[in-house]
C-alpha cells in the first residue's frame, strides 16, 4: 500500500486547511491520522473504522473532521480553528500498518 498526503502548509491561528491522503488501495480499512510535533511522540488525530466509526484525540475534537471517498481512495482531514500547538508533521496511516510520508503543517501569526 503507498500512501501520500498532501494539503499541509502555513496557517494563522483559527485558520483552515484540508489534508488529503491518496492510497493505493481500498480505503475501507481502519484509517488513521497521526501527528508528530517537533521534539514530541507521535499521536493520534483520528482513526476510523472500516464501518465508519470514528475516533478523536480529545484535543481535536470539534475542530477536525476525518472523511473518505472510496472511490477516490482517498482519506480527508478538515482542520478548523486551528492552534499554534496543532503545528506538526501530519501521516496517513492504513490498517496501522502503511505509513505515507507527513505533510507538514505550521499553524502561526
Known amino acids: 500500500v503507498q500512501l501520500q498526503a498532501y494539503g499541509g502548509g502555513l496557517a494563522q491561528p483559527g485558520g483552515s486547511l484540508r489534508l488529503s491522503c491518496q492510497s493505493s488501495e481500498s480505503i475501507f480499512r481502519s484509517m488513521a491520522w497521526y501527528r508528530q510535533a517537533p521534539g514530541k511522540q507521535r499521536e493520534l488525530v483520528v482513526a476510523?473504522?472500516?464501518?465508519?466509526?470514528?475516533n478523536y484525540a480529545d484535543s481535536v475534537k470539534g475542530r477536525f473532521t476525518i472523511s473518505r471517498d472510496g472511490a477516490k481512495n482517498m482519506v480527508y482531514l478538515q482542520m478548523n480553528s486551528l492552534k499554534p500547538e496543532d503545528t506538526a508533521v501530519y501521516y496517513c496511516?492504513?490498517?496501522?500498518?502503511?505509513w505515507g510520508q507527513g505533510t507538514e503543517v505550521t499553524v502561526s501569526s
Open positions: 496511516a492504513h490498517g496501522g500498518i502503511y
Open positions: 476510523i473504522s472500516s464501518g465508519g466509526a470514528t
